[in-house]
C-alpha cells in the first residue's frame, strides 16, 4: 500500500512540475485542418464596412503589426495612387474581419487557431519576433531557467530569493490576449488556468510596460520592439543564458519564447493590385531593419524552421 502511494505522489508531482511539455502549449496549429462554412458563406464576395468604403482595398491589422505597417502602406499607397483602408484592432478584430469578409487582407501577431482556417484563407508569415521577459531595473536578476519561468508563472516560485534575487514577493504580470491562438505567451503555460491566482492581468501593451516600469518586484513580457518604448525603464531577462536579443541563437530555436506575424490573402483572389501589394509587404519585411527585433522568412527557413507553402508551422529542432 506505501508503495502504491509512493508511486501515485511522484506521477502527480511529475505532472504538475516536470516535463515542460506537459506546461507549455503548442508553437503552431495544424494547417491542414479548415473549419466548414456554409456555401452561401463560401460564395459570398468582399463587402467593405463604413471604414474601408470607397476604398481600393481593405487592410486589418492586429496591434503589433499595425505601427509597423502603417507608415508603409502610406508611402504604397501614394506612390501607387491608391486608397488603403486600415483598420487597427487585434487578432480578434482581424480574424472577424475575414470571418465576415470585410477585408482583403488581414494581418496577424500569432499564429492562427483552428477556428482561423477558413474557406479560401491563406496565411502568410512575415517573420517572427522574441518575447522579452521584463523585471525592473532595479531587481539584481539577469537569467531564469525555462522552468523557473514556468514556476513563476505558474505560482510555486513566488519569491525573488528563491532565484538569487530580494527577499520580496513576485509580482507575475500577464497579458492573456488572443487566448485560442497558439504561440506567444501560450508557450509559458498552455491556458489561463495554469496562471498563478495572485497574477495581475493586464489590458495593453504601455500598461503591461509601465507596470514594470514602477514595480521593482514584477515580471512581465512584451517583444523587444515594443518594449522599446519603455526607453530603458525595463530590464531585459535572459531564459538558461540565452538572451532575446541574441539573434544567431534566436534564429537556431534556443529561445523558447516568440511572437509569429502573419497576413492572410484570399487564395482565389486575382487582383493584381493586392498580389503586388502582398509581394510588396513581404519583401519588406525580408529586409527590415534590425531595430524591430523581427527574424524574416528566409532566415528562418536557412535555419530549418518547417513551412507549408509561406506559412511557417514548425520549430527547427
Known amino acids: 500500500m506505501k508503495k502504491l502511494l509512493i508511486i501515485c505522489i511522484m506521477l502527480v508531482t511529475t505532472t504538475a512540475w516536470g516535463s515542460d511539455e506537459l ?7 495544424d ?28 487592410v486589418s491589422l492586429d496591434q503589433q503589426l499595425y505601427p509597423l505597417f502603417l507608415p508603409v502602406i502610406q508611402q504604397y499607397a501614394i506612390q501607387h495612387k491608391m ?15 475575414i470571418r465576415d469578409k470585410i477585408a482583403d487582407i488581414a494581418g496577424f501577431c500569432c ?14 508569415t512575415l517573420g517572427i ?24 508563472f505558474q505560482g510555486s516560485i513566488f519569491r525573488w530569493s528563491d532565484v538569487n534575487g530580494p527577499k520580496k514577493m513576485i509580482q507575475v504580470l500577464g497579458r492573456l490576449h488572443c487566448k485560442q491562438r497558439p504561440g506567444h505567451w501560450r508557450l509559458i503555460l498552455d491556458n489561463e488556468d495554469l496562471f498563478s491566482p495572485r497574477m495581475s492581468e493586464i489590458s495593453t501593451i504601455p500598461d503591461m510596460l509601465s507596470e514594470v516600469a514602477n514595480n521593482q518586484y514584477a515580471i512581465g513580457y512584451e517583444t523587444l520592439w515594443m518594449n522599446d518604448q519603455s ?19 534566436f534564429i537556431n530555436g534556443d529561445y523558447p519564447l516568440y511572437r509569429t506575424f502573419n497576413i492572410t490573402t484570399w487564395e482565389l483572389n486575382s487582383n493584381t493590385k493586392i498580389q503586388k501589394f502582398l509581394k510588396y509587404l513581404i519583401d519588406y519585411m525580408e ?4 531595430k524591430y527585433g523581427i527574424i524574416p522568412v528566409q532566415k528562418l527557413r536557412d535555419a530549418g524552421w518547417k513551412f507549408q507553402d509561406n506559412e511557417l508551422v514548425g520549430e527547427p529542432k
Open 23 to 29: 506546461l507549455a502549449g503548442k508553437a503552431f496549429t
Open 31 to 58: 494547417p491542414s485542418k479548415q473549419i466548414d462554412m456554409p456555401q452561401k458563406w463560401i460564395d459570398q464576395s468582399i463587402q467593405y464596412e463604413k471604414w474601408a468604403e470607397g476604398a481600393d482595398m481593405a
Open 83 to 97: 486608397d488603403i483602408a486600415i483598420q487597427e484592432g487585434t487578432c480578434g478584430t482581424s480574424a472577424k474581419a
Open 111 to 124: 499564429p492562427p487557431s483552428e477556428t482561423d482556417r477558413l474557406p479560401g484563407i491563406k496565411f502568410h
Open 129 to 152: 519576433g522574441s518575447l522579452a521577459l521584463l523585471i525592473n531595473p532595479k531587481n539584481p536578476v539577469d537569467n531564469l531557467t525555462f522552468e523557473q519561468v514556468q514556476k513563476i
Open 231 to 249: 526607453k530603458g525603464q525595463t530590464k531585459i531577462l535572459a531564459i538558461d543564458s540565452v538572451s532575446p536579443t541574441d539573434s544567431k541563437k
Open 287 to 290: 529586409n527590415i531593419d534590425p
